[in-house]
Structure formats: structure tokens, C-alpha cells
């Protein structure tokens, strides 16, 4: 058995961040069809499958398909975003919340998404508000522009952490252990993760001294 399988079921996105890397593939999506048939395949090697490798999932235009696809073989899914569809896709999330096992959202293009994040949060607290589904925010570019100070700022003041005052990433966990719940829910690779990231801040932050 694998641990999760990642499933790309589309290569379109509607942003264009820098750092994703540039490829000669011609833009596609997995039809429905062509999704149950890869479920078929990896049915027997795993429980969880991720909509992600690169594109934007959200885009699919048979996304309400595709979670039914993955309920009819019991699998929980995680799904990677980068957050600016999320209240057009509301209403499809919460349908199929016993399915989403976690949504993650990667805040590298963060100016983009720090202008349109009012409307991201509002859309993330009525997921965590009425579903089970874990929601992370990934923040890979910490201290790289001042629209990052302000999402981090923002951050902290919404979870209570003083992000200032914290001087290693084990104290950074620490306080973020304190106001999770079911950590247990959390996985080592995502801990992980918040770590890299968070090291990644002490490195901008002393190399730009």
C-alpha cells in the first residue's frame, strides 16, 4: 500500500507564478472517464489521492464528477489550490466534505492572493466551520516582499501567535501545536513543511540584514 497516490487532473491554472516550473506539455485535462479508469488501476494501493502535481484542480469543469468518482471508491482526497476559486467552488467542497480529506493553499503567488484573501478567508472559515475538512495555508516565500509581512501579520493576529517573537521554527510549531485541536489529524510531512518554511523566513530575514 502507498501512502496517497497524486493524481494530476489537469495541467491549466489561471495564475502564472514565477516560481512554477515551465514545461512544453500541451495544456489537458482527464476526462471523468479517464480518472475512474486511473481509480480502477490504483484502487487496490492506496486510500488517499491527491489532485495535485501541477495546474489549478479547481479549474476542472467536472469537479463535482470527479469527487463522486473518488466516494464510489472510497477514497479520501487532498487537494492543492492556490485559493482564488474556492467560493465558486463552495458549494461542490461542502457536497462532498466526507470526501475532502484537506485542502491545501499555496500562497506562493502572494500578492495575488493577499489582494483577494478577504474573500479566500471568508470562503475557508465556512468550510472549517461546517465540515471536518483540514485546511492548510502554505507559505513557502516568507519575507521575500511586504505583501508577505502583511499576510503573516495578518495570520498572527487572526491565530493569536507572535510571530515576531518567535526565534526558531520548533517555537513556531510549539505555538501552533497550541491552537490546533487534533494535531493528531496532521501529518509528519505537513509538520515538516511548516518547518522548511519557517526556516526558509530565518534565512530571508538574515541574508537581507
Known amino acids: 500500500m502507498f501512502k496517497s497516490i497524486y493524481i494530476e487532473i489537469t495541467n491549466k491554472c489561471n495564475l502564472h507564478c514565477p516560481f512554477c516550473s515551465k514545461y512544453k506539455r500541451e ?24 489532485l495535485h502535481v501541477l495546474g489549478e484542480p479547481l479549474l476542472h469543469a467536472e469537479l463535482d464528477e470527479i ?11 487532498n487537494i492543492t489550490t492556490n485559493g482564488t476559486l474556492l467560493s465558486n ?10 470526501t475532502i480529506r484537506q485542502i491545501n493553499i499555496s500562497i ?13 478567508d ?3 472559515n465556512e468550510i472549517i466551520n461546517n465540515s471536518s475538512i483540514i485546511v492548510s495555508y502554505r507559505l513557502w516565500n516568507l519575507g521575500s516582499n511586504n505583501s508577505s509581512s502583511n499576510f503573516i501579520t495578518y495570520l498572527s493576529q487572526k491565530y493569536h501567535i507572535d510571530y515576531d517573537n518567535c526565534k526558531t521554527a520548533k517555537e513556531i510549531l510549539q505555538k501552533v501545536e497550541n ?19 519557517i526556516a526558509e523566513r530565518d534565512y530571508y530575514q538574515n541574508t537581507n540584514k
Not at 67 to 77: E, G, P
Open 27 to 50: 495544456k489537458d485535462t482527464l476526462s471523468s472517464k479517464e480518472f475512474e479508469q486511473i481509480l480502477k488501476k490504483i484502487n487496490n494501493y492506496t486510500d488517499y489521492i491527491h
Open 89 to 98: 467552488k463552495l458549494d461542490i467542497i461542502q457536497k462532498h466534505n466526507k
Open 108 to 120: 506562493h503567488d502572494i500578492i495575488h492572493i493577499y489582494k483577494n484573501f478577504s474573500t479566500i
Open 179 to 197: 491552537i490546533i485541536s487534533d494535531l493528531d489529524e496532521l501529518e509528519q510531512e505537513e509538520l515538516d513543511q511548516v518547518e522548511m518554511s
Open 122 to 124: 471568508n470562503t475557508v
Open 67 to 77: 469527487l463522486s468518482l473518488a466516494s464510489k471508491y472510497n477514497k479520501k482526497v
